[in-house]
């Protein structure tokens, strides 16, 4: 069987220039970033306002497991079968994080027939956006510490920063560190960290502005730590606002690409989806709406964390209508939720199959609240037997959900055929109804607890004493009226990552809260969040290398 | 008096495509890179081998001194005064790096009517370049981390890891820092620092490289620190030389853009003047000697380190003949080397200005021992007073010294015609019998010896006991036939920064050495390096905004 990179390298890619002349872009619209990679202005959605938007179809999953879902394949196959119906299909993609493809992954763009190329670029430095997102957060780092440096006028309390320098890498040991050691020239020690890119703020920031002014104002509220008298000191207060956004001019503009049958794709921001919202940027969803009749998206993780941030968080920030929803499965993963063994996942198992469908039972009913028309898609895997194909057939039948398999890894846009027949039908249809899962005006509580009902299943909410004073001090602050962005593990309905399937009676215990007041939302912590990642005992670089003329390996 | 950035805004700049096309090369010779850059290919220079090579001009200039002498500027003026003239000539200029940019420098690519644009982006991100030095920099330290928290197979002692962390950022807290803090999920916990990127042992072999097999090799050979039996590690026992140079893939592809006379510049590679060789990469000069019938080049700092540097490091690994020398100075910066103060340089001064002229004079006798013609460029400044220049007509007349007065800030090439009418004479003259400052196969301490004699005008080198025994250590491990990169304050010819002039009778002591075993050199620190720089009390980050409409300010 052919790896990724072997398939990504005997596909035949248009130039650029020709895929943009098929979106109609004139030259102003975009620029050239090598023969097969470009970036689109950002004054093209202000250019095409007037425009009608095509139909934006998001695309998530169960309760993603080891045995793997391939949202995102199944995001780019589903893309380009909708361009063999002659529709003209956008893929609007998060962007790959170095530091993973570095450790476990070694890619990210899809895989098989279904990738978004060239891979070995997107995997790597792409465009540079998220390098230019680790200068703007690491300058403001640096900034901070020179102002208590140099005598501290905003009166900032270093044991309370909470601003973390980034790094676009897997590297604990930069989890906790103490800088400014070695005397008066080496600046103020302080307890720090470093964070992977994609957790920064200034990701999420950049993902969830509107263009080069709204960015410019979300960077000026970023609150970076408290002063001695625990009032907030923003970036606005260290006039450095202009600076940051000047470095982020081009990371703004959205990433235009193509996948392996040439269906045009946009790959634009890719923050943290549990930290933050997991979603690739507004200017993404947005421009690609203008330019296609179908936008393909796709969100992180499983529908309750990464369907309920696009809706609730970026949807409401970017002002987007869904016109449909695809909820991704595997036989494979649906019988890990049904309790069988990773070991055993090449076993026909109906009786584990029937009972992880509660798992997807729950996101079905998650997407119905949402009050959207959806379509399950299976994802097929060569071990799926024929009777575990059929129940779910059945299930899908008895509980009046529509079903499709799809085969785009092996097959590319032919393999998700019948699946873009389906989702088209929804998405054109007018059976919606859509309800955010919580008014904005609510308090900071009660929509923690609403997410936790209504998306997880969960009986309640916990808050430590630690949360509810900070809530309180949020509330105070005027910070009350933004959405919530949890923070909960992704394998798990609960917060226990060991529950499978769907859990019942279960208590969402909020650990602590944090402020991402730049990117407006309150970030809700369930238990320890890991903003930083290892690397593995063999490191996917070690497979990794370049021959002398120019052929890449290890890449998949 | 129009600001640079404006100068360079108001300039009209052609396509970068067409730039390309007047250098006749072919569309798989280069990459767009945007509408004004753009990357070439790293194997142009195998394709145009047998091509014969254009003459290369070294800039380098007096030691410098806060009243600026404007070195970048004169090259970039000198190659547009050339192209006047109707030759082909190509500029070879460093990158510049970005947290100098943020700090006090503003930007770093010419000035006035000679600058190489888009300075915006030059001074920015550019074509990530320095990034992705960041990236395999810091790959490797994650990789050495890991390995050592996984079972430390290799025996490093954690207590001699030499190889640093990396940010193109003005950072001082990094300076000394404790990493792997916060228990066994953290790693071990151990001292570290960052440093700059450009002072990257990565940046220098990225320099040093003729190609990306090479780059290969060099990775391979970097010394990362040493076991406990105090054996070299190298990057090869780590078995990562093959992804830090697919992530230098792009990297090592030289730059194109143009200066605001549209003359073809290429910019690539900006290692540090003091730990490392100070110059652009050998990739750049050799492909704009295979591009053009001159290269103007410039090296770091004075001719004692830069020109020095780029003519027994540089010039040696990549076989680059050295046609002409240019020496930069003004009337200011010699009146500072004879006495003046910083505040009195806009009173005339000839008697300060004959005493000044010794550190000329020095740099004149170092470029005529390595066998070399040369031209004194004296950049003029609005204060210079005719009685000033006439002193230095005089002078150079009675030392038999060519010199031409330059005013490319505010006249571009046409304000450097007089000294490309000269430097040409020069260059196409047969006047040259070059010759080494060492010989390669002598011992170390010898070529420290031979350097700090014939180059600075020491009467002796003294070694520390350190540098004493790891010079001893060095030779046994078979790294003595080396060339020697000095790392001395550029401010003055001997190691204290105070002796201005043409000091004698001094003594250069050295404080210990670094082995660059991938760069292929061995460091001799002759005082406190400081290879992470700190930000002012008023970064020039404080000034720098882009508007709505994408104008950018505080970039000069």
Not at 381 to 404: K, L, Y
Request: charged share 25%.
């Amino acid at each position: 069987m052919k790896t990724d990179i072997e398939i990504a390298q005997e596909a035949k890619l248009k130039s650029i220039g020709d895929i943009a002349k098929d979106l109609h872009l004139t030259e102003n619209d975009w620029e050239p970033y090598g023969h097969t990679k470009a970036k689109l202005s950002d004054n093209l959605l202000k250019k095409l306002q007037d425009k009608p938007n095509g139909k934006v179809i998001l695309v998530t999953s169960i309760n993603p497991t080891p045995a793997g879902e391939g949202k995102s394949t199944v995001t780019v196959g589903l893309g380009q079968a909708l361009n063999k119906l002659n529709k003209k299909a956008i893929i609007a993609l998060r962007e790959p994080s170095l530091g993973p493809v570095m450790g476990m992954k070694g890619g990210a763009a899809g895989g098989g027939y279904s990738q978004v190329l060239p891979m070995e670029d997107i995997n790597l430095h792409f465009t540079g956006d998220l390098h230019a997102i680790t200068s703007a957060n690491n300058a403001l780092s640096a900034i901070i510490d020179n102002h208590i440096h140099r005598g501290n006028e905003l009166n900032i309390d270093p044991r309370r920063v909470e601003w973390k320098r980034v790094m676009d890498m897997n590297d604990r040991v930069l989890r906790q560190i103490v800088v400014g050691l070695g005397g008066p020239l080496r600046g103020i020690p302080r307890e720090d960290g470093f964070t992977i890119t994609v957790a920064s703020e200034i990701m999420a920031i950049l993902c969830l502005s509107t263009g080069l002014e709204d960015l410019k104002k979300r960077i000026a509220r970023i609150v970076i730590g408290y002063t001695y008298e625990e009032e907030p000191v923003t970036v606005k207060d260290l006039k450095i606002e202009g600076a940051l956004t000047l470095l982020l001019k081009d990371a703004i503009k959205p990433n235009l690409v193509q996948t392996t049958e040439n269906t045009p794709a946009i790959i634009h921001g890719g923050p943290f989806a549990n930290i933050a919202h997991g979603c690739n940027s507004i200017m993404a969803t947005k421009t690609a709406a203008k330019l296609g009749e179908y936008v393909v998206t796709e969100a992180g993780f499983g529908a309750d964390l990464g369907a309920e941030k696009f809706l609730d968080i970026k949807s409401r920030a970017g002002e987007i209508d869904t016109a449909a929803v695809v909820i991704v499965a595997t036989v494979r993963a649906l019988k890990m939720h049904g309790g069988v063994d990773k070991n055993n996942l090449k076993e026909e198992n109906v009786e584990a199959l029937k009972n992880g469908m509660s798992n997807l039972k729950k996101h079905i009913e998650t997407v119905e609240q949402f009050g959207l028309p959806y379509v399950i898609a299976i994802n097929k895997f060569p071990t799926d037997s024929e009777a575990e194909t059929d129940f779910i057939h059945h299930w899908c039948e008895s509980h009046g959900a529509e079903v499709a398999l799809t085969d785009v890894w092996a097959r590319g846009g032919e393999g998700g055929i019948d699946l873009a027949k389906k989702v088209m039908a929804k998405a054109d249809s007018d059976d919606r109804n859509f309800n955010y899962t919580y008014e904005i005006n609510e308090t900071l509580e009660t929509k923690i607890r609403m997410i936790a009902q209504k998306v997880y299943g969960a009986d309640n909410i916990e808050l430590s004493q630690k949360a509810k004073k900070q809530l309180m001090f949020y509330e105070k602050q005027g910070w009350g009226k933004l959405p919530i962005c949890m923070a909960k593990t992704q394998y798990s309905l609960s917060d226990d990552p060991t529950l499978l399937g769907r859990p019942e009676g279960f208590t969402v215990s909020i650990r602590e809260v944090q402020a991402s007041i730049g990117a407006g939302f309150i970030v809700v912590l369930t238990g320890e969040m890991m903003t930083m990642p290892g690397l593995p005992k063999k490191p996917a670089a070690y497979n990794m290398d370049v021959t002398e003329d120019g052929k890449i390996v290890g890449l998949f």
